[in-house]
């Protein structure tokens, strides 16, 4: 069976993908009979999402490293230069700054890719709200909980850390689902 769309037609035969386009249809008419099933085509759907999804990665990734960066490197900066034996001398932490924004174009895209899966033909404000409340409790506050036990760090720093962080997901879940915001899926119960 072959399965023809507006880009051409895309088939199965033993597992693989057969992609074409109009113009090579009848090259592949001969392997219809043994095809084994049909595949969707990729549509400009599809190609729009993927866009999407890249726009929404670099925005949230540039967003979260500002977000970070007014969180840890102002905010919470007086605290952290007081526990200057907790860290790595300034000079020092410059050398790992590549695995920094590694670190944040890995939050980055996950974070933008789990909320894609997910977004429902809801209000986008409370879905990103919601989110961004859902990572934090995933994420932020049991983390630095456990810092808390393994690493002396005074507990007026890890609720500040906690509250810094818990809001900039909060913010990040809201651009996040903003960017979403005309993309939602129907809820399907069941």
């Known amino acids: 069976m072959v399965s ?3 880009g051409g037609i895309v088939a199965r035969h033993d597992g693989l993908a057969l992609w074409s386009c109009q113009a090579a249809a009848p090259a592949y008419a001969f392997i219809q009979p043994a095809l084994a099933g049909a595949i969707p085509c990729p549509t400009l ?19 979260w490293f ?24 300034e000079g020092d932490q410059q050398k790992y ?15 933008v890719w789990i909320y894609a899966r997910g977004v ?12 961004g409340v859902a990572v934090a409790l995933l ?3 049991p983390t ?7 690493q002396p ?19 990040l879940g809201t651009v996040v689902a903003w960017l979403y915001r005309n993309t939602a899926r129907p809820v399907h119960v069941g």
């Open 153 to 171: 760090m005074p507990g007026e720093v890890v609720i500040k850390q906690i509250i810094f962080d818990g809001a900039l997901m909060v913010i």
């Open 66 to 89: 500002v977000g970070s960066f007014v969180v840890h490197g102002m905010l919470l900066r007086t605290d952290y230069m007081q526990l200057s034996t907790l860290f790595r001398a």
């Open 4 to 6: 023809e769309c507006k």
């Open 144 to 150: 630095y909980m456990i810092y808390f036990v393994v």
């Open 120 to 131: 429902e033909a809801r209000p986008w404000l409370a879905q990103g709200v919601r989110f």
């Open 97 to 111: 700054f590549p695995l920094m924004i590694l670190a944040h174009v890995i939050l980055s895209g996950a974070f």
């Open 139 to 141: 994420t932020i506050v």
């Open 45 to 63: 759907e599809g190609e729009n999402m993927n866009k999407k999804f890249i726009v929404a990665w670099i925005v949230l990734f540039v967003a």
